[in-house]
C-alpha cells in the first residue's frame, strides 16, 4: 500500500468537521472510497497518534476525535504542495 496524503488530509478533516458529542466516524463514512483503503489509513493515524480510534474487526475502524497533534498534522498538510 502506499501512503496516500490526500486520503489522510480528508479523513482528519472529516473528524474534525464532526460536532463535539457526535457519533463516531467509521472507515464506511468515505463511500466513494475502498473500505480497506481507509482503514489502513486510519491505523497509520492510530499508529502516530493524530486520533483516537478502536478497531472493531477486520478492516472496522471507529474514530472517537483527533488529538491535538493531529490537528497539527492536518495543519501541516493544509499548507503543503504535497498533497
Known amino acids: 500500500m502506499k501512503r496516500d496524503l490526500e486520503l489522510l ?9 464532526q460536532p463535539q458529542g457526535a457519533p ?23 499508529d502516530k497518534h493524530y486520533v483516537i480510534a478502536a478497531q ?6 471507529s474514530i472517537s476525535r483527533i488529538t ?5 498534522y ?3 498538510l493544509r499548507e503543503s504542495t504535497l498533497t
Open 56 to 61: 472493531n474487526g477486520d478492516d472496522k475502524w
Open 9 to 17: 488530509k480528508v479523513i482528519l478533516s472529516k473528524v474534525e468537521q
Open 24 to 46: 463516531f466516524i467509521t472507515n464506511k463514512d468515505f463511500s466513494t472510497r475502498d473500505p480497506s483503503l481507509v482503514a489502513a489509513h486510519i491505523q497509520l493515524l492510530c
Open 68 to 72: 491535538f497533534d493531529g490537528y497539527d
Open 74 to 76: 492536518l495543519d501541516l
